[in-house]
Nanobody, 129 residues
Framework: QVQLVESGGGSVQAGGSLTLSCAASGIPYSRSCMGWFRQAPGKEREGVATISSGGGSTYYADSVKGRFTISKDNAKNTLYLQMDSLKPEDTAMYYC??????????????????????WGQGTQVTVSS
């Protein structure tokens, strides 16, 4: 049974920091590409950051570059998103996703979720000004 469980969301003031975690099970995590996506009410889903299976390649949306950091701990089957200098426009539901494929790295830079097989239920991030 595949499970992706996000945690770490909450409310924070603008300029603050938050760390999201995603605990994965039921997948070959060390061989899976991972990503964080977000969706605000009335808006399209947006790719935030992606990472290759080994963690060697990362990609970020322009809107979060320099502020967010994605990382992958293959020993703990856990994905992280360190968010610094948060802005009100970062407010959204954040989703963890996994792409289980030996070729998943090919699509990571597009920051789209179309090739991701599994998704978590999301964790809410609210940034107040």
């Amino acid at each position: 049974q595949v499970q992706l469980v996000e945690s770490g969301g909450g409310s924070v003031q603008a300029g603050g920091s938050l760390t999201l975690s995603c605990a994965a099970s039921g997948i070959p995590y060390s061989r899976s590409c991972m990503g964080w996506f977000r969706q605000a009410p009335g808006k399209e889903r947006e790719g935030v950051a992606t990472i290759s299976s080994g963690g060697g390649s990362t990609y970020y949306a322009d809107s979060v570059k320099g502020r967010f950091t994605i990382s992958k701990d293959n020993a703990k089957n856990t994905l992280y998103l360190q968010m610094d200098s948060l802005k009100p426009e970062d407010t959204a539901m954040y989703y963890c996703a996994a792409a289980v494929s030996p070729y998943c790295y090919i699509y990571l830079s597009s920051l789209t979720g179309q090739h991701f097989n599994y998704w978590g239920q999301g964790t809410q991030v609210t940034v107040s000004s």
